[in-house]
C-alpha cells in the first residue's frame, strides 16, 4: 500500500493550475500584443511549423519585446538572436 499521493492527481491539478495561469495570462495581453503575435504567425505561416508550437513562440517572443520598442517579430529576431533561440527551445520548434 502506497503511502504517497496519487500521481495521476497531482498531474491533474498541475494541468488545471498551468490552464487557469495561461488564461489570466491572455487576459492580461493588449489589443497590440495580440496583433503583433497574430502577425508573427502569419510571418511564418509558409513554414507550416506545428500551429500550437509556433503560437507558443510567439508569445514568448512578443514578452520580450516592452511595449513601447516598435520591433516587428522579424526585426526582433534579427536585431536580438538569443530571443529566437530562446523562444524556439521554449516551444519546441527548435530543431
Not at 66 to 78: I, Q, R
Request: proline share 7%; net charge negative; charged share 20%.
Amino acid at each position: 500500500m502506497s503511502t504517497g499521493a496519487n500521481p495521476w492527481i497531482a498531474a491533474c491539478g498541475l494541468a488545471g493550475a498551468l490552464v487557469i495561469a495561461v488564461q489570466v495570462a491572455a487576459a492580461e495581453l493588449s489589443a497590440a500584443d495580440l496583433a503583433w503575435i497574430d502577425t508573427c504567425i502569419a510571418d511564418r505561416k509558409p513554414e507550416r511549423l506545428d500551429p500550437a508550437k509556433l503560437r507558443q513562440y510567439c508569445e514568448c517572443m512578443q514578452e520580450i519585446v516592452e511595449d513601447n520598442e516598435p520591433f516587428t517579430p522579424t526585426e526582433l529576431e534579427h536585431s536580438y538572436p538569443p530571443a529566437h533561440v530562446v523562444c524556439m527551445k521554449k516551444s519546441g520548434l527548435a530543431r
